[in-house]
Structures are given as C-alpha cells and as structure tokens.
C-alpha cells in the first residue's frame, strides 16, 4: 500500500477542507491549507525512501524566490508557478504545466502577466470562485503604494484581471499573503501581513494584519476590524492549523525578534489574542513555524525554528530551534530536543515523507537542509547523509505528488540561479 501525506489535521474538520488537502497534499505551505479526515497510508518499506534529484523543469537563469504547486488546468497532475527575482528583460511569473513523465513544459500565463510591471514582492493561489482551477493573488508595489490583484484562471492556465474587480489596495510594509479558509464556510479567504504596517500618516499601524473574506464567488471583503485583533508590528510568517480542537483554523505568527503570537478563532472567523494565557514567554529571532501531531495524542504541535534565541530562553547551548507541545486546548509548553540543528535555521517543513505515519522535518539551515526522521513520540534520528541529494542549499521549498505514486514530492528554491531542484520521493 502507498503513503500519502499526512500532517495530522484534525479527524473533524469540515470536507471542503478535505479536498483541498488531498489535491495539494501540503504543509505550507504550505500549511496552511485545509485538514483531512482520513487514516494516513503506510509504505511498503519505509526504511527504502530517498529523495532524488531529477531535471523535471526546463532550465532556468532566474534567481527563484518562491514557488506553489497548484491547479493551472482540469488534469490530475499538479502544476507549477515560479515567482523569479525581478530583472530587466525577465518575467517576473512563470507557469509550468506538469505532463508527468515528460516533465514540466513552460506556458505563457496570457498577456496580462506578460505585461505585468509593478514588482511582485509575493503570491498565492486559491480557487477564489469554486470552478474548479486555481486563481493567482499577487502582492504588488509600485511608487511606495502596496496593493492586491486577483488574477483569475480560466481552467486553461490562462489568466486575467477582471474590468470591474479583483484589485484591492493594502497598507504599506504588507509584502505576504495566505489562502485559508477563516470563516469555515468552505472558501478561501485571503489573510495578508508584513513586518512593519504603516497606517496612513506613516506610523505603525494598530492593524499589522488584514483579511479579505470571500463571498464565494470570487468577490472580496475587507473585515480586518471586525476579526483580527490590534497586534504589535514584527510579523515575519503565519501558520494556521486547529490547535484548540474546536474543529476551525487558529494561526500561529511568526515574529522577528519578539515574542511569537497565537490567535484563537471562534469558529466563525473571529480571532482573539491568547498569547499571554496559551504560550510560553521566549524572545527570539523566530523564522517560521511549521505544525504536526508530534506526540499522536490528537492534538496539533509546531516546530518553531530560529535564526537565533536568547540566553535566557535556550536549553542548552547553541538551541536554535524548539517544539512547542499542545498540552491540550491550544496550550503550549516549550519542548526542547537535542536532535535538532544547532544551527541558525529559516524554514521548517514537516510532513510524512517516508509512510510510516509518523511526522517528519525538513529544516533549512545555514549549512543546507537536515531531515529528521520520526519514529513517533518526540523521537527523531538525523537521516540528512542518507536520504538526500548532495546539493542542499535552498531558501524555500514546495510540496506536491508530482508523479501522482501517492508520496509528496518537492521542488526546492536555491539563492543560486539554475539551481532550483525537483527533488522527487522516491521507495526503491
């Protein structure tokens, strides 16, 4: 029998959520987006698994500074788009279509990417009004003004701004979007932060946050004051997932040297601050934040990695990186591990890469990417040398079953160009 992904979503999450879990197989994303209902597969031998480098994507000059697998067209088969670091005479965009044992083949996304000239600082996709392809939501600046633009798929991967809608403005200093559904309702809505958010006389916004909720065709609705709370600035990443085990999505923020943030929905989009009540005080230079159900007692746990932590805060010398275990109801409680990199670290990713069923991580870190494999209950061993390609250096990754054999592949982001690697999972 085949493993498929699995980072433990809650087993009584609404089925729109399902679905999408099951056609993007993700973390971050991932992360982020949706839950699933069932048992995960189990490999017919776990200790078989690698990762192999393969040259799926035609090559590239560009630096590549993110990536999303999503839905471009009506196939089974996960899709590809790449946001490259600007440069004159590049596209910014580029979309690649997977035709499975040939690989991905570039397609021009239509003229109005082509012609695109405000910066992308980033991106997402979502199928905004539920036709059954993937949408684009950029986040775009052009002369210090920061704004949104839906960019709509019509299921051919060809895509356009409609006339009349799909461009929103932001507050200066936003640079990130997330897909997710707040309100339980079964679409995606958007939820957009950045590090510093200035209000209109330039000065820290009350609001470094902000929601667009979706009507469910694909319209956009701006209810930051009426769900988010006033939040300090800081803001570095967002990971959302059920931790109080109510059945609806809370998010976990990432702050740049502070002290991380946890949001508690209640359950109709809502979110209430409960930091000071639900999570230990630890300052840090945090970098992201990844979740599964480390301990399989039900309940969702993060993996919190660290450019650095303060003194006061660390276990042991050179921590750089902590659990934080859901003792239950959304309260945290540091948990400390010697198994993980002492390094300062950027990205965690976790996710059942080998099918035994239990959680496994990826974390980028100064040094390259080290894979922990798990053997359940907070037990770990360092399985970097044997299960990975030799070139590790990458600053993001994404995750998808390229090859539809039930097991998550990856396409991982290098600083370098021509670097960027398909990584494909692989049991033999």
């Known amino acids: 029998m085949k493993a498929c992904k699995s980072i433990y979503h809650k087993r009584h999450c609404p089925n729109p959520c399902l679905i999408e879990f099951l056609w993007q197989a993700l973390l971050v994303i991932v992360f982020l987006n949706g839950c699933g209902s069932s048992q995960p597969h189990v490999a017919d031998n776990p200790a078989s698994q690698r990762f192999r480098d393969e040259t799926l994507l035609p090559k590239q000059s560009s630096s590549h500074r993110q990536a999303i697998f999503f839905r471009a067209d009506q196939d089974a088969l996960p899709d590809l788009v790449v946001l490259n670091e600007a440069a004159p005479g590049k596209p910014q965009l580029q979309i690649f279509i997977n035709h499975g044992k040939k690989g991905f083949q570039w397609k021009s996304p239509g ?3 082509e012609e695109l000239k405000a910066p992308i600082l980033s991106l997402t996709a979502a199928d905004l009004n539920r036709d059954g392809g993937d949408d684009l939501i950029l986040v775009m600046e052009k002369s210090g003004r920061v704004s949104t633009q839906i960019l709509f798929n019509n299921k051919k991967s060809y895509f ?7 461009s929103y403005s932001l507050r200066p200093g936003i640079d990130k979007v997330i897909s997710i559904d707040l309100d339980q309702d079964g679409d995606k809505d958007l939820f957009y932060f950045g590090q510093m958010v200035l ?31 006033r939040l300090p600035a800081g803001i570095r990443d ?17 702050y740049a040297k502070g002290q991380n943030r946890l949001l508690i929905n209640n359950g109709v989009g809502k979110f209430t601050d409960r930091t000071a009540s639900h999570i230990p005080r630890i300052l840090d230079d945090s970098q992201h934040a990844d979740w599964a159900d480390f301990d399989q007692d039900g309940d969702n746990d993060l993996l919190v990695v660290n450019r650095v932590i303060d003194k006061h805060y660390r276990a042991y010398p050179g921590e750089t990186a902590y659990f934080l275990e859901n003792t239950g109801g959304g309260h945290f409680k540091k948990r400390s591990h010697k198994m993980l990199p002492r390094l300062p670290s950027y990205k965690a990713y976790l996710l059942d890469a080998n099918g035994n069923t239990k959680p496994d991580a990826l974390i980028l870190t100064s040094k390259g990417v080290y894979y922990l494999q798990g053997r359940g209950r907070w037990d770990f061993t360092d399985e970097t040398r044997r299960r990975l390609p030799r070139f590790r250096f990458f600053r993001e990754m994404a995750f998808a079953d390229i090859n539809q054999d039930g097991f998550l592949d990856l396409f991982a982001l290098s600083p370098t160009p021509g670097r960027s690697r398909v990584w494909l999972n692989r049991f033999d």
């Open 160 to 166: 356009y701004a409609k006339d009349k809608g799909g």
């Open 238 to 254: 967002a990971s959302f997932a059920d931790f109080d085990d109510d059945g609806v999505v809370d998010v976990f923020l990432v």
């Open 111 to 113: 003229r109005w990417i």
């Open 199 to 229: 209000d209109a006389n330039g000065k820290p916004s009350s609001y470094q946050t902000r929601v667009l909720i979706n009507d469910g065709a694909g319209r956009l609705e701006d209810l930051t004051a009426l769900l988010l709370p």
